[in-house]
């Protein structure tokens, strides 16, 4: 007789107890798999997460559902090791994704994933799911990193992000910036997408340059909306990566002035909608019981774009830094009749995706995908996280570091020139703003602290830098 | 034939449609009212709100089911005011309580809401209602001005704040304020509640001097649904006034450590619990159909207290500020089968609940009570808020007022010398936090707030200093 984990049993029971009360004629099968991933969206930019003009029903409606996570983290506080994070299940350092020298990648790069890197997409795609990939990639757009290279049987989208190939000189706005051309004296100027060259893309071919990005959500979602119904009646996963609300700024016709909240409002009450057309769309098929959606953003909200940019919510900072709005996410899990409706306060990040859908897949992890950790019980069982750290790089350099309910920030000078010096201990559960530096009353902590530092960085292995390859 | 407005047959509707779906014999039976109003409590600290450690699924789930107010205003920043507002629909200014030397009233204070005021209790008790009072009062602790002489028929609780009557010298605390004898050098230390010599009191007699203060909520919460019992069968008016989360933090020993955020979280988290036995209790008792639920909060969160305080989330400032943090609260109204389940964006007020009150128990509003706004339409019919304004005053000097979106910002030196000085403008909706000063660009905007800031004072009379009077 073999002996299972408990875990086995307890899935087993969750597919059993789903094919016992649906059509499911297929014994365990496992779950479709949707991630809904928005791009620089702030912890608090939902109304469930406390936002008190911009209007996310469908949101909220599955945050109530399922569960809504309040201690969840991207891998990295900017857009390309935050996805290279989600897509392996490993720190971006390990892979080459974050950068000594560059925050992201750019279109005269010419690095990208590499093909020796396992995606939570050529995982599923060998166990037989559909796989598609819609919207922004962001993890090289050279034909040998692309999308199809990794898994996805298809992409429609994006390369990068979408304020890259700017084609018209910068200039100098309201924000003091030199990105905000859409800022350019008069007050919340309309931007036009011809100023920007971005390529949108499907499989490995270019169909249009400049497309017009007022319709990218619209055109996201019913690639999405298709490739659902396509495959209601088979396994797939399907990764949709919104371009917004990432600056410059766009929404469709229908939700021009929609929100009280600006143009950033507008952003949002579309992609709100675009997650009630998914929504609708698995429960018009009837497959919702058997579809896990997650949603949740690559970092936190881009405050130097003022008014255009989120909200991280009562969290300090914001994306490219590693205070906890920088990093840590609106996130829910909606999967109904399967995930236990609960606000979970426990630890979890998009490096977690990858073991999790594993796990709820029966898909064995393979080893080196070693930052990754299962929350199936947690989903499932409602049981506490299994995850009690997180660690926060920016570029290649931890800045911080949290374990448990304390998060420690490290001299980032000082770590560069290899030493780690603590400069504070938050205890982030009570102080989730960072405001109470309590450093001095916890030299056990700051103990843990330091040699966590040394522990993770002991297993880091050089490789070769993707964001500084350059033609 | 008489022309009745068309709120008039909307309301009908409303108790026809109620009448004909429960065991309701009354006819046209006016809604019973229930007020939790809790004490320093943020914008913030509730999960459906944004927090990210405090539990409130009670909370959570009436927001969910009822309305969820997002735009809503105390009266005043701190206590007196505030509830004085709530009570009695005026702007504190117009009936002496607020004042040009005290925040609040005092142990030493003889000044008390005068009994020319008109409160909702009154109103409900001339209407045939029950009424009782729980929990802390603050609007004159001498005889004649005590809950039973504004309308109650019963009251238990503390005249004043649970941080009054101290009998001990103070010590500079880890905080750096005077009032923090509950950390007296040992972190997080836990408050003793012999410290503090403020009366319990039922009717107009002393119980007992320091009560254990870690018992108010639960004794609060079991004469609330003793109340609720008792008048199950008759309408009835129940004015909970949590003298918790003020300082110093005290919950029963059910709650402590229940929640990550600290005994500040606990403390909620024992408010949220009080609110679900509240619930419970009217569906228990199958009248939730014929009640309306109010849960909202005095002023912002105490921030000094660090930890010990709560969080705006991401509104600015909080308590004894007219920063949104200081006088935006949590605001839920539930009443199941009537109110219209919607996040409501619109402004109200604590202003607001004596017009909206007496439109649901069809009382005709004294005239004397020209700040009450009635908020029906909106909670039975999902209209937009009909309030455009609020006004926020500090002392007696007018900081702020808002048309709308926007939020001006008056300098108070200047006020006090009969100046008007415009210093800010925000458009809150679009920024919440009050980041971004975009006073030159709305000249117009200039124009109106100065015309109204005039307006509305020449409509106040002067009175006589409740808060001055002193023994």
């Known amino acids: 007789m073999i002996f299972l984990p408990p875990k086995f049993y307890a899935v087993a029971a ?23 991933f928005a791009d620089d969206m702030g912890y608090g930019d939902m109304s469930s997460n406390g936002h008190p003009t911009i209007r996310t029903p469908h949101l909220d409606r599955i945050a109530y559902e399922g569960q809504k996570w309040s201690n969840f983290y991207s891998a990295a506080s900017v857009c390309t090791p935050s996805r290279a994070g989600l897509l392996t299940g490993r720190y971006p350092i390990r892979n080459g994704m974050c950068s000594a020298v560059h925050q992201v990648l750019f ?30 990639w962001h993890l090289g757009h050279l034909p040998e990193f692309l999308p199809t290279k990794h898994g996805f049987d298809e992409w429609f989208g994006i390369p990068y992000s979408n304020d890259m190939d700017l084609d018209r000189p910068t200039v100098t706005t309201l924000n003091g910036g030199k990105l905000g051309l859409w800022h350019t004296g008069k007050h919340w100027d309309e931007p036009m997408s011809e100023y920007w060259r971005v ?20 055109m996201y979602t019913k690639r999405s909306v298709d490739f659902i119904t396509n495959n209601a009646d088979k396994p797939f996963f399907l990764y949709l990566a919104h371009s917004m609300p990432h600056v410059p700024l766009f929404r469709s016709e229908n939700f021009v002035g929609t929100s ?6 507008d952003v949002i009450e579309e992609i709100d909608w675009s997650v009630g057309q998914i929504i609708q769309t698995l429960e018009s098929l009837e497959i919702s019981e058997h579809t896990l959606v997650v949603f949740t953003s690559d970092n936190g909200p881009w405050l130097q774009f003022r008014t255009q940019g989120g909200s991280a919510g009562l969290l300090r900072g914001g994306k490219g830094t590693t205070w906890e709005g920088g990093m840590r996410e609106p996130a829910i899990f909606w999967w109904p009749q399967s995930i236990e409706p609960k606000i979970v306060h ?74 780690i010096k603590l400069k504070a201990i938050y205890n982030i559960d009570m102080d989730p703003a960072e405001a109470f530096n309590l450093w001095e009353r916890y030299p056990d902590i700051a103990v843990a602290l330091r040699s966590r530092y040394l522990e993770h960085r002991r297993s880091i292995i050089p490789v070769v830098d993707q964001l500084a390859r350059r033609k």
């Open 14 to 36: 969750v597919f059993l107890f789903i094919c016992s009360h649906t059509t499911c004629n297929l014994g365990a099968r496992t779950p479709n798999v949707v991630i809904i």
């Open 107 to 136: 279109p005269e790069s010419t690095g990208g994933l590499p093909n020796s890197e396992i995606t939570i997409a050529d995982l599923l795609s060998s166990a037989g799911y559909s796989t598609a990939m819609v919207g922004k």
């Open 199 to 218: 390529p949108l893309m499907q499989g490995d071919q270019i169909i249009k340059r400049s497309p017009d990005q007022s319709l990218l959500t619209k």
């Open 260 to 265: 009280t909240a600006g143009i950033y409002g």
């Open 346 to 419: 426990g630890i979890g990040s998009t490096l977690d995706l990858m073991a999790t859908i594993c796990s709820l897949a029966n898909i064995d992890l393979p080893a080196k995908i070693e930052d990754s950790v299962d929350l199936s019980n947690t989903l499932l069982l409602g049981q506490d996280s299994p995850r009690n750290e997180m660690i926060y790089y920016r570029h290649q350099t931890i800045e911080a570091i949290r374990l448990g309910a304390y998060k420690g920030h490290f001299d980032r000078e000082a770590s560069d020139r290899g030493e």
